[in-house]
């Protein structure tokens, strides 16, 4: 079995305490798009100090409360990216605007109407960047023990910067992974 084999739209590939790469040291990416060519994510738990309304000012009251734009990752940072949680019984599939990505998750369409959508989504989040990884890059990783993958759930789309969402998210797992939550931020200081 590949070691990738968990990574589906909707899972989440949870940095391993030992992966110290500044981009996604102690991060949660959220996987948009997993095939042969490669894989597509935002990291959900990096906001930037650029309010939404500065760049994107018809989205900006409607994005979830911080309204900052959150770093999506290393790559093409000056294209957003915008995921939805969608309201429960929302048929995603017969929404204009939206593209469906696991269960009440969906990647919107910022050329679309604002108003039309809103009322249809429980929170929105805009992203800087995305994070990729071309054909076999995420497979070598994730052997190498870099990142450990998980099932997502649509609030983490959501969770506030004042939320440990790494934390969180390996907790949620049981023994023996979520006892990497405990993993000090700088070894040095523990």
Same mark, same amino acid.
């Given at each position: 079995?590949?070691?990738d084999?968990?990574?589906?739209p909707?899972?989440?590939l ?6 110290v790469?500044?981009?996604f ?5 959220y996987?948009?798009?997993h095939?042969g ?7 959900l738990?990096?906001p930037?100090?650029?309010a939404?309304? @500065?760049?994107?000012?018809v989205?900006g ?9 959150y ?7 000056k294209?957003a990216?915008c995921?939805?949680a ?5 048929d995603?599939?017969?929404?204009e605007?939206?593209?469906?990505v696991?269960?009440p998750?969906?990647?919107? @369409?910022?050329?679309?109407d ?5 009322p ?14 071309s054909?076999?890059?995420?497979v070598?990783e994730?052997e190498?023990? @870099?990142?450990?993958?998980v099932?997502?759930l ?11 969402l ?14 990497l939550?405990t ?6 200081r523990?």
């Amino acid at each position: 079995m590949r070691p990738d084999a968990d990574v589906e739209p909707g899972s989440l590939l949870v940095a391993a305490p030992t992966l110290v790469d500044p981009n996604f040291r102690r991060t949660v990416v959220y996987v948009i798009d997993h095939r042969g060519e490669g894989t597509l994510g935002v990291v959900l738990n990096r906001p930037s100090e650029v309010a939404v309304h @500065d760049v994107l000012p018809v989205w900006g009251p409607h994005v979830t409360r911080p309204q900052a734009v959150y770093i999506g990752g290393p790559v093409e940072q000056k294209t957003a990216l915008c995921l939805a949680a969608m309201r429960t019984g929302q048929d995603l599939a017969s929404l204009e605007g939206v593209v469906a990505v696991h269960g009440p998750v969906a990647l919107v @369409d910022l050329d679309a109407d604002p108003d039309a959508l809103v009322p249809k989504v429980r929170g929105l989040r805009v992203f800087a960047g995305y994070s990729g990884w071309s054909e076999g890059q995420l497979v070598g990783e994730v052997e190498r023990g @870099d990142w450990i993958v998980v099932k997502g759930l649509p609030d983490d789309v959501l969770t506030p910067p004042g939320v440990d969402l790494w934390g969180r998210v390996l907790r949620r797992q049981g023994m023996p992974t979520a006892l990497l939550a405990t993993f000090p931020t700088d070894v040095r200081r523990n």
